[in-house]
């Protein structure tokens, strides 16, 4: 079919040029008194026969190029062609706008040349706009169904939009794979959304040549597979790239700051930058130590002393959950089972540290 199509097009364009240009080439040939030759008619059809017959050279590269244009324009995300083709239209109109007042002037360069080159510039100018403002000239649709209602009253969706925020991946929560489980118990609600840049370093982490680094890439896109396939949650993909900034994590800011979005992650660097920006993130390290058992000062507990500590005779011990214990004299108990009371605890987004002192070093005082 596009092979006819392409055909269509040559003799359309042949038979439009031989009209205009076979009579004047008649004249410079000195037979523009056949009158069998200078016939409208006879030149259209001259002009479409020779362009048909350069089909049979043409065709196939003209096909090759537009299958290969075809493919290119599919694995193009819709918003940046629509945002794209919206800042050439306006583009256009302002380089039409501009060009007007120059084609009034009578000055031969003026009202030729400088139409043209205004239309290439300003095409040119609001196409990139359109397609590098595009995340932003999104928000501005979906930050207008967010505002409240003329009474004053928050709306449904509103009363419900916390919870219902995008909930933006980053790199470290899926490889760390504790992200499937909390779907899995129905605590994330919401939608999930994977960027398409994420889930590039996913796979140039399992590309790489590091054994371990590569078993962190492939547990990374096992975790994704999961949640997409056999969690009841929904999950969407985010084709955009901010092709201005090179730090994926700055990537995820952006993202999440456009959209409206949180981001999930157990990055403690990541977790700052986002509260600085105020940007709303969640963190699954705070989310394990919020679930963990309380431990206040002075409570007794059973704990075995595995090995000695950083500073001089402490022990180090380690709860169920993985929570280290600091145990001030243990160092004489490594390889025992002691009862320990509990002297402080600091809680910070990197985990739990319990400081304690053996029970029996407390009666001998």
């Not at 449904?156 to 919870?163: I, Q």
């Not at 979005?261 to 989310?287: P, R, S, W």
């Amino acid at each position: 079919m596009l092979k006819r199509i392409i055909q269509a097009c040559f003799l359309i364009v042949g038979g439009t040029l031989g009209m205009l240009l076979i009579p004047e080439l008649l004249i410079v040939l000195h037979a523009g008194d056949i009158a069998l030759i200078n016939n409208p008619y006879v030149s259209v059809l001259l002009g479409a026969i020779i362009f048909y017959l350069i089909t049979f050279w043409a065709v196939d590269h003209v096909i090759y190029f537009m299958k290969w244009l075809e493919e290119q324009l599919v694995k193009i995300p819709i918003t940046d062609i629509i945002f794209g083709s919206v800042g050439l239209l306006v583009g256009l109109l302002a380089a039409f706008l501009v060009g007007s007042a120059f084609s009034a002037i009578k000055v031969p360069i003026l009202n030729t040349v400088v139409p043209i080159i205004l239309t290439l510039l300003f095409g040119y100018l609001g196409f990139q706009v359109g397609f590098k403002k595009r995340d932003e000239l999104l928000s501005l649709f979906t930050k207008s169904n967010k505002k409240k209602n003329t009474d004053g009253e928050a709306s449904e969706e509103d009363e419900e939009g916390y919870s219902k925020r995008l909930k933006i991946l980053d790199t470290s929560v899926i490889i760390d794979g504790r992200i499937a489980d909390i779907c899995q118990t129905g605590f994330l609600e919401g939608t999930i959304v994977i960027p398409q840049f994420v889930l590039n370093e996913l796979q140039h982490i399992a590309d790489s040549s590091d054994a371990l680094k590569r078993n962190r890439g492939r547990r990374g896109l096992d975790i994704l597979n999961r949640i997409q396939k056999d969690l009841p949650i929904k999950v969407e993909m985010y084709e955009g790239d901010f092709e201005d900034i090179q730090e994926v994590d700055s990537k995820l800011v952006k993202l999440a700051k456009i959209s409206g979005g949180m981001v999930v992650t157990n990055d403690f660097n990541l977790n700052k930058v986002c509260e600085f920006q105020n940007v709303a993130v969640l963190n699954i390290n705070d989310l394990a130590n919020a679930v963990k058992p309380v431990v206040l000062p002075g409570e007794e507990m059973n704990v075995q002393v595995i090995k000695d500590g950083k500073e001089q005779n402490q022990g180090i011990a380690y709860l169920d959950d993985g929570t280290m214990i600091v145990v001030e004299g243990g160092r004489d108990h490594i390889g025992k089972r002691i009862d320990v009371l509990v002297t402080s605890v600091l809680q910070t987004s990197a985990g739990r540290m319990i400081f304690a002192k053996p029970k029996l070093l407390e009666k001998a005082l």
